[in-house]
């Protein structure tokens, strides 16, 4: 019985192993190219498809004032970024419209930190320590006025996240008790 058994299964063996042999053989193969000849390799590629998703706030009030302690003068909330996507994202800001019509005698500094009486200067920083908003300028990453820069706010892993605040500066001439208007354009784009 054990001999019936095990001829019957050693043929059924060898099929499959020939079947595998000969799918492995159309899914690869390779030939001999003589010295002197020439051959073409037919590369096949595949495209991955990636929905790239990163959910962030639309609107963001904050307040800037001069009696406010420390370097930076802005009292914003936290803003928190999510990546919805499977693959790592970063996150640029490409251009900032800025509107400050209702300062009057008032500019912008695209220098950051370093403004005149007469100049504001805002941008984004990381956060560093949990829910405490900076107080230092340090490693702020300042956005330019109605001019188009790259400038990387963040990167975040695969359904990752991340925090920031609005930091800022502003002149000892820049008049108070009125407001202004900062919109930056995010560009997310797939870490390279």
């Given at each position: 019985m054990k001999r019936k058994l095990f001829s019957r299964v050693i043929p059924a063996l060898l099929t499959v192993a020939m079947l595998l042999t000969s799918a492995y053989a159309t899914s690869y193969q390779s030939t001999d190219v003589a010295i002197g000849s020439s051959n073409q390799v037919t590369m096949v590629g595949e495209i991955a498809p990636t929905i790239m998703s990163v959910t962030m706030p639309s609107y963001v009030p904050f307040n800037i004032a001069r009696s406010i302690e420390g370097e930076n003068k802005v009292v914003s909330p936290r803003i928190t970024m999510v990546n919805k996507s499977s693959v790592p994202v970063t996150l640029d800001v490409v251009y900032t419209s800025v509107d400050l019509s209702r300062l009057q005698g008032t500019s912008w500094s695209n220098n950051g930190q370093s403004i005149s009486d007469n100049q504001i200067a805002i941008g984004f920083q990381l956060e560093t320590i949990a829910n405490q908003a900076p107080t230092s300028l340090a490693g702020t990453k300042w956005l330019q006025a109605n001019v188009e820069q790259k400038?990387?706010?963040?990167?975040?892993?695969?359904?990752?996240?991340?925090?920031m605040y609005v930091v800022g500066a502003l002149g000892n001439a820049v008049p108070e008790n009125t407001t202004f208007t900062v919109t930056p354009t995010f560009v997310v784009s797939l870490v390279q």
């Amino acid at each position: 019985m054990k001999r019936k058994l095990f001829s019957r299964v050693i043929p059924a063996l060898l099929t499959v192993a020939m079947l595998l042999t000969s799918a492995y053989a159309t899914s690869y193969q390779s030939t001999d190219v003589a010295i002197g000849s020439s051959n073409q390799v037919t590369m096949v590629g595949e495209i991955a498809p990636t929905i790239m998703s990163v959910t962030m706030p639309s609107y963001v009030p904050f307040n800037i004032a001069r009696s406010i302690e420390g370097e930076n003068k802005v009292v914003s909330p936290r803003i928190t970024m999510v990546n919805k996507s499977s693959v790592p994202v970063t996150l640029d800001v490409v251009y900032t419209s800025v509107d400050l019509s209702r300062l009057q005698g008032t500019s912008w500094s695209n220098n950051g930190q370093s403004i005149s009486d007469n100049q504001i200067a805002i941008g984004f920083q990381l956060e560093t320590i949990a829910n405490q908003a900076p107080t230092s300028l340090a490693g702020t990453k300042w956005l330019q006025a109605n001019v188009e820069q790259k400038l990387n706010i963040t990167s975040m892993g695969a359904f990752g996240s991340s925090t920031m605040y609005v930091v800022g500066a502003l002149g000892n001439a820049v008049p108070e008790n009125t407001t202004f208007t900062v919109t930056p354009t995010f560009v997310v784009s797939l870490v390279q």
